[in-house]
Structure formats: C-alpha cells, structure tokens
C-alpha cells in the first residue's frame, strides 16, 4: 500500500538498524513506523499490498486484519490444487485425495493459510514449481519442456523473494536436477 501511495515502502519494524523511529499506537497496540522498509523479501507485502488496494484500503492505518488475512485465500487455494495435482501424478487419486484431506487439516498448513505469513506465498510458488519440474520430465515436445524449464526457472527466481527459506526449495529443484542429470535444468 505505502509503496504505491508514497513510493517507498513503510512498515512497522523493531529492528535497531532504523535508528530513533517514533512510536505509533495503533489500535490499541505499539508500532515503529520505518521507511524505507526491508525487513523481508518484497513479493508477500507487494501481493497482500495489491489484495488490500483492491479491497479499497488506500492508507495503512486503515487495514483491517480480516481484510489482510483473505489474502492468503486465493494462496491457500492454489497451494491445496498443485498439491493434489502433484500427489496425483505419484500415486493414484484415492491416495491423493487422503493426502490432501492430510494436507488441509494440517497444522501448519492450517497455521499458514489462516495468517498473514509469507510461508503461504513460499509453499504455493514451491508447489507450482515442483509440479512445473514434474511436467518438465515428462513433457516430450521442445517447446512443452521449454515453457516448463521457463516455470521452473520462474518458480526458483521468486522463491528467495518470497521468503528467505524459499533458498531451500530452490536447492531441492537443483538438486532434482543433478539427480536427473539435466544441465540445462540444472543452470536454470
């Protein structure tokens, strides 16, 4: 929000990096309002930012918890498909469905999808790419692969910049990759 507003962006930060930053109370509790701010890696804010601009929040101090945490719906939702879709290509779909009912009732998957938490945003971009390196294999025509090779190379790109832990499943595609023997999957 406050960088489309302002052109930078502002958030709250306890982080001693700031400097002197004045407190703020806002609804009944402490915040130091930082700008700019680089706390976290950009994707996650830019989306629940965008959600909220599209939910008509113009102003920081007016968003709603409610508001921000229906941002991690549409995240939740395609996590849940690329998983089903991943189980089903290992297993057949009576499996996969008992690991998605796994999978939704979950606590951490239950936890994450239910807060504002750029673990949301991580797990949805790593399935995506998971799946992508799937189709990969198995896609025998050159510009199928090509266009999975380029998601998967998409998916790798915007981990890190999802959460700093996203370096991990990046590492898991490359290692994929090396066990395939694939160089070009692998530079990717």
């Not at 918890?65 to 849940?80: E, H, I, M, Q, W």
């Not at 998916?155 to 832990?165: E, F, N, R, W």
């Amino acid at each position: 929000i406050t960088l489309v507003r302002y052109g930078e962006p502002r958030s709250w930060s306890w982080m001693p990096a700031y400097g002197d930053v004045p407190v703020t109370t806002w609804q009944g509790d402490q915040y130091r309002l930082v700008r700019p701010w680089f706390d976290h890696p950009p994707l996650y804010p830019l989306y629940v930012g965008a959600f909220m601009r599209a939910a008509g929040v113009h102003d920081i101090f007016a968003v709603q918890l409610g508001t921000a945490r229906l941002s991690n719906v549409p995240l939740f939702c395609a996590s849940f498909f690329l998983f089903f879709l991943i189980a089903r290509r290992v297993a057949d779909e009576t499996h996969a469905l008992l690991a998605l009912a796994f999978f939704a009732v979950a606590p951490v998957a239950v936890w994450d999808g239910r807060l504002v938490m750029a673990e949301e945003m991580m797990l949805t971009v790593a399935l995506a790419g998971w799946y992508a390196l799937q189709r990969y294999g198995d896609a025998t025509a050159v510009r199928a692969r090509r266009g999975w090779l380029v998601a998967v190379g998409v998916a790798a790109a915007l981990l890190p910049l999802s959460k700093v832990a996203g370096l991990a499943f990046a590492l898991f595609y490359f290692s994929a990759a090396v066990l395939r023997r694939d160089r070009r999957l692998a530079a990717v």
